[in-house]
Structure formats: C-alpha cells, structure tokens
C-alpha cells in the first residue's frame, strides 16, 4: 500500500505516524492516560514511553506497507511541531469478499467538545473507501458513552447491535455497541 499523503483540513493535519513522532506519540498519551483507561485495553507502562513508540510506530509501517491496516494522528495545525490532539487506526484490514476493517479512535480530553474528532474522521472514513476501496467499515463502543455514540451516527455509521462481553476494557469484558458504515456507492437510499 502507497504511502498515504497528509490531508489538510482547516484545524487539523490528519497524517500517518513516523518514527520521529514516537516522542509526541508518548506524550499524548500520557497527557491522556486516566481521559482514555476506561475506553481501553489495560496498557503496559512502556506503552508510555517514546521507546515502545518508536517500535510501535515501525510495526504499523509494516502493517501499513502489508495492506493490514492504516493508522493517523490528528495533529492541531495552529500548534508548534503538530501537536497530537487524537489518533486513530483502520485495523484487522480483510480484503476478498469481505473488504472491511474496524475504527478506533481516540481524542485528547482537552480537544472535546470541538468537532476536531468528528473533522479527521470524517476524512479518514473518505480515505478509507476511497483509497482503501473498503465496502464497510466497523466501529464499535461501550453503550455509556454517549460522545462516541453521536460521532459515529453523524458520520453515518448505523446500529447493527450489542455484543455482551465483546472486549476486554480497563480490566473487565465490556459490553459493546456494533456499527458499520458501507460504502455509500453500495447503500441504497
């Protein structure tokens, strides 16, 4: 897979992690680290710090270049150097007669309330079957949170159910909420 470009919206730089962003990467999400524990997987101290980033970062060049899956920071263009305001991943990439991924996002809790989330994702979905020529796309969440719940429905993603005991969260099996988005050449109207 091609090297995306970064796309430029009108807050945001919405590109893919280079090795020399391990340092921001880190810092994101220790700034971030109590915001986003109970949205979750558990993580390891090293997750915190720019050295498991600088390897993180190559492992997802590598899924990048094996056509598995695309992952974007969400940089604030008004800010020094980029600041890392969100992230997020196309992930578990399936082509064949599938051509589906899943979508994980994160934002900063200083960067809420803003529509920075709804601003890059809504250009990462485009990239997503525009360039990735995806037929659906799947996001899940917990059913109490409301904020991911209203992003998802505005950038179109429909309700297909709840998973009990769908992922295991901040330590425990959590119930989730299952959407998908298809591609809007497919969806009939």
């Excluded at 529509?115 to 796309?137: I, K, Q, S, Y």
Aim: aromatic share 10%; net charge neutral; glycine share 6%.
């Amino acid at each position: 897979m091609s090297y995306p470009a970064p796309i430029v919206t009108e807050r945001l730089v919405v590109r893919v992690p280079v090795v020399a962003d391990a340092e921001r990467v880190a810092r994101f999400c220790v700034e971030n680290r109590a915001h986003l524990a109970p949205w979750e997987p558990a993580r390891p101290e090293e997750y915190f710090t720019p050295e498991f980033w600088r390897e993180e970062i190559a492992r997802l060049e590598r899924l990048r270049a094996e056509d598995r899956g695309v992952s974007f920071l969400f940089l604030r263009r008004a800010a020094p150097q980029g600041e890392v305001v969100g992230r997020c991943a196309i992930t578990n990439l399936v082509r064949g007669p599938f051509q589906a991924a899943h979508l994980g996002f994160a934002m900063a809790a200083d960067a809420q309330g803003r529509g920075l989330m709804f601003e890059g994702l809504a250009e990462v979905v485009h990239f997503a079957f525009a360039e990735l020529d995806l037929h659906r796309l799947m996001a899940s969440y917990r059913p109490e949170n409301v904020r991911s719940a209203r992003l998802l429905e505005r950038l179109g993603f429909r309700v297909e159910g709840l998973a009990k005991d769908y992922l295991r969260i901040d330590g425990e099996w959590r119930d989730h909420v299952l959407t998908s988005l298809v591609h809007p050449g497919w969806r009939e109207t």
